[in-house]
């Protein structure tokens, strides 16, 4: 019973430091903000393992530029509680791409609604509607995704990821 109980705290831990470090990061995006651009990065600009994992297959589709922003999720379906990682767009796609036990792993986000878009003064979130998970939702553990200040603005998270 103490070891479960013991594993069970270190993986929630996990979670925890990970969202802890990202509010961080969320903080230090705030203080310089004047220094920062506010949208997508194109692919030149994405981290090299991102990049990696999307290329040689057909994940994403062909068609507009490909571009992402760095990203905070919680509530992703196969993904950790609380998991940092890039937002990747190219036509109608989305991507949640992250690294877990430094293995790259990736979920698809197309699938989820934005419900709702929120900004506060040290982050965006877009809360998302899984069609596929209504039971997680009702409970209070809808998946959302934060985006630090010097990410997309609200309007362009507005455009990409709120079906018309």
């Not at 069970?8 to 203080?31: P, T």
């Amino acid at each position: 019973m103490t070891l479960v109980f013991c594993l069970v705290l270190i993986l929630f831990l996990r979670s925890l430091l990970r969202a802890f470090g990202y509010a961080i990061r969320l903080m230090l995006s705030r203080v310089f903000l004047t220094f920062g651009l506010r949208r997508w990065r194109g692919a030149n600009e994405l981290p090299e393992w991102v990049t990696l994992e999307l290329e040689g297959e057909d994940i994403l589709p062909t068609g507009g530029p490909l571009r992402g922003t760095p990203g905070g999720a919680s509530s992703l379906p196969g993904a950790p509680h609380f998991a940092v990682g890039w937002v990747v767009l190219r036509g109608g796609a989305r991507i949640f791409v992250y690294k877990k036990k430094r293995i790259v792993q990736r979920v698809a986000i197309g699938t989820m609604n934005a419900r709702d878009l929120v900004e506060t003064d040290f982050f965006r979130r877009v809360d998302l509607a899984d069609p596929a998970r209504t039971d997680r939702q009702t409970m209070g553990d809808a998946p959302f995704i934060l985006f630090g200040l010097v990410g997309p603005s609200i309007e362009n998270l507005s455009a990409e990821l709120v079906a018309p």
